[in-house]
């Protein structure tokens, strides 16, 4: 029912920032929540950030708490994180996902039922 694309990924030097995004298709994204998870290579995927559906409420996971910043546009149908102080430790594929949160908590993958492909981010030393 929702398609999610996520874009703006690339290669960032360590300290550095940048903005990634996510697209929304065939229906809009005002009566859900919306998630950032990633996932780096050989481990399993971990919550990054949400915002609900109003955008007035944001959520982070404490190891990006204060460098990220997530945010929505209902009316373009786009959500953004952005994301500054750039670790070595961030460098991951970031997913965009959406969802209701029926019977599950916002920082778990099974709240969302929608996914994006995922966007490329690597920090560099």
């Known amino acids: 029912q929702v398609s999610l694309v996520e874009s703006g990924g690339g290669l960032v030097s360590a300290g550095g920032s940048l903005r990634i995004s996510c697209a929304a298709s065939?229906?809009?994204?005002?009566?859900?929540?919306v998630g950032w998870f990633r996932q780096a290579p050989g481990k399993e995927r971990e919550f990054v950030a949400s915002i609900n559906r109003s955008g007035g409420t944001t959520y982070y996971a404490g190891s990006v708490k204060g460098r990220f910043t997530i945010s929505r546009n209902n009316a373009k149908n786009t959500v953004d994180l952005q994301i500054g102080s750039l670790k070595l430790e961030d460098t991951a594929v970031y997913y965009c996902?959406?969802?209701?949160?029926?019977?599950?908590?916002?920082?778990?993958?099974?709240?969302?039922?929608?996914w994006g492909q995922g966007t490329q981010v690597t920090v560099s030393s």
């Open positions: 996902a959406a969802g209701t949160l029926f019977g599950s908590s916002r920082y778990e993958q099974t709240a969302y039922n929608y």
């Open positions: 065939g229906r809009t994204l005002s009566a859900l929540a």
